[in-house]
């Protein structure tokens, strides 16, 4: 494969830079917990019920969490008075859980036992909280080599075909996933229903009605990924499932998403500042705790820089790109999460009218597949300027998915030719694959043919964005990343500390919090 001659010292001096930056919100992620965290913490431990509120299914976590807060006990953590319950009451996390949803049991009314105590059942617990996601690993994993599972992170065997499916009804879903699938898609996404990300608690259960996607909820995740590893044997060929672990619930995707067996998770340390102006210091600190069982379970996430060129130009902002993909980077690593399951998003999302514009988008697919040689990087497709021409449409998929192969992308969003008409229908997507599969193969190994001129536009480019990509990290570690988010260092949006929704979700931890999965994981 055809590599830019960049310089290698600029590289480790953006990735010093990204640790830096990261130093004093990991002391912030480390000092508080958020209503998020608690609730995600239950649903390990086997809480995933729901009760009956104003006709609709309330998950219990929300139940016990809303009571928590409510006794101004949110700094404690909730294992200390769940686990003593557990003691005093004999009763399973789950019994308990249902009791405690349906006013049965008073948590706070329960004289507390021994510190002692509680802390080594709750070590407990969490331990085996903690190996129910390793034998759901366990279990995907098995079915992935059954079952010929070609994902290579670096990028070896070709992009994946990633395609999405978005009806609002999960079992429509699964037909439109199916027949995609057999089209020859090697992942799916389900898009989620519009909005989802700002509710503060996961809906319970099927759902069929949704807006713009599909609810992400645990029986929607078991009944899609049932599915495709039936799918996956009657093909020979693994198929993974994807959904989107951010917003107010970012904590509880992620863990529901290891417990059904997920396989890629949409998960970025800003995207839910930035784009659904949910508070900072929660998804900051949410999306720490997110990705401590994202790596437990070995589930790739996909990060989200390329929606920075839907609101910046796409020309002139490429740094801030690679700037977020530094950053998203260093918080993976503060997670313990490896190189080979951080899939750092970015998008062909330039003017099609813009002069040399395949060369300029050539040099940024090359860069982040050149500074990010471990990482299964995810490439989106144009949809700024697209419009109702179907047929441009499908030309502009096609270059596209040239760049792709060209640049050894490791994982491909298919472009739809309805993109600014429709939800994809049936065709749409087969029309979609059979593009990709066709310049895929016919280019496979066209990157090992070919060498860039030295010193020569592309190669400029590419150093530029390097350049501009120091300078901005420069500016976010001298004011301090949340003061540079206030003053519009990425995407041109602007956001408070302690402005957007979930603020009051957070809260510094007491002396006594108690939550032994932060060691465990």
């Given at each position: ?84 319950a ?22 706070f ?71 995609a ?33 599909t ?35 970012m ?19 800003m ?17 720490h ?59 062909q ?37 697209k ?15 040239f ?5 050894g ?11 600014a ?66 003053e ?34």
């Amino acid at each position: 494969m055809a590599h830019l001659s960049l310089d290698t010292k600029k590289i480790d001096y953006c990735r010093k830079m990204a640790e830096h930056i990261s130093k004093p919100i990991e002391e912030m992620i480390h000092s508080h917990t958020t209503v998020a965290i608690e609730r995600a913490t239950l649903r390990l431990l086997g809480v995933n019920g729901a009760v009956k509120k104003s006709g609709q299914w309330y998950p219990e976590v929300n139940v016990i969490i809303d009571s928590l807060q409510k006794a101004d006990k949110l700094a404690d953590g909730i294992l200390p008075y769940f686990v003593n319950a557990m003691i005093a009451k004999k009763m399973t996390a789950t019994e308990l859980g249902t009791a405690v949803a349906s006013n049965q049991v008073d948590l706070f009314a329960i004289p507390m036992g021994k510190r002692a105590e509680i802390e080594k059942k709750a070590h407990e617990l969490c331990t085996a909280g903690k190996q129910s996601i390793l034998d759901a690993r366990e279990y995907r994993d098995g079915i992935r080599k059954d079952t010929n599972d070609r994902f290579d992170p670096e990028g070896k065997n070709g992009p994946l075909l990633y395609v999405i499916v978005a009806t609002g009804n999960i079992f429509d879903d699964v037909i439109q996933a199916r027949a995609a699938a057999q089209a020859g898609a090697d992942a799916i996404a389900v898009i989620r229903s519009t909005a989802q990300s700002l509710l503060d608690y996961v809906p319970h259960g099927a759902t069929t009605e949704g807006f713009g996607g599909t609810y992400a909820t645990q029986e929607n995740f078991r009944i899609m990924r049932e599915a495709l590893d039936d799918e996956s044997r009657k093909l020979g060929r693994y198929i993974r499932l994807t959904n989107y672990c951010s917003g107010l619930c970012m904590t509880e995707i992620a863990a529901l998403g290891a417990l059904e067996r997920l396989d890629f998770l949409l998960n970025d340390a800003m995207y839910g500042i930035l784009f659904r102006d949910i508070n900072m210091k929660r998804t900051l600190i949410d999306q720490h705790f997110s990705r401590r069982i994202i790596a437990v379970s070995r589930i790739v996430i996909h990060t989200g820089e390329d929606n920075y060129l839907t609101t910046a130009d796409a020309v002139e902002n490429g740094h801030q790109v690679l700037a977020s993909q530094f950053i998203n980077e260093r918080f993976a690593l503060n997670a313990k999460m490896t190189q080979d399951l951080m899939g750092l998003g970015h998008a062909q999302e330039m003017d099609p009218e813009h002069p040399n514009v395949f060369l300029l988008e050539i040099a940024r697919a090359q860069m982040t597949r050149d500074i990010f040689p471990k990482s299964p990087i995810k490439f989106m497709p144009p949809t700024r300027h697209k419009s109702g021409d179907i047929f441009y449409s499908h030309l502009m998929d096609a270059m596209f998915n040239f760049v792709g192969v060209l640049t050894g992308q490791t994982i491909q969003l298919l472009g739809m030719m309805t993109e600014a008409m429709h939800t994809p229908l049936l065709q749409d997507r087969y029309a979609a694959i059979r593009n990709a599969r066709y310049i895929f193969n016919g280019a496979k190994d066209l990157g090992q043919e070919i060498t860039f001129k030295p010193n020569g536009q592309i190669e400029k480019w590419a150093e530029k964005v390097l350049d501009d990509t120091i300078a901005l990290l420069e500016t976010v570690d001298r004011k301090g990343m949340k003061l540079a988010i206030e003053e519009r260092a990425f995407a041109e949006v602007s956001r408070r500390e302690t402005g957007g929704k979930g603020f009051d979700g957070v809260a510094p931890r007491s002396a006594n919090y108690l939550n032994p999965f932060f060691e465990i994981l």
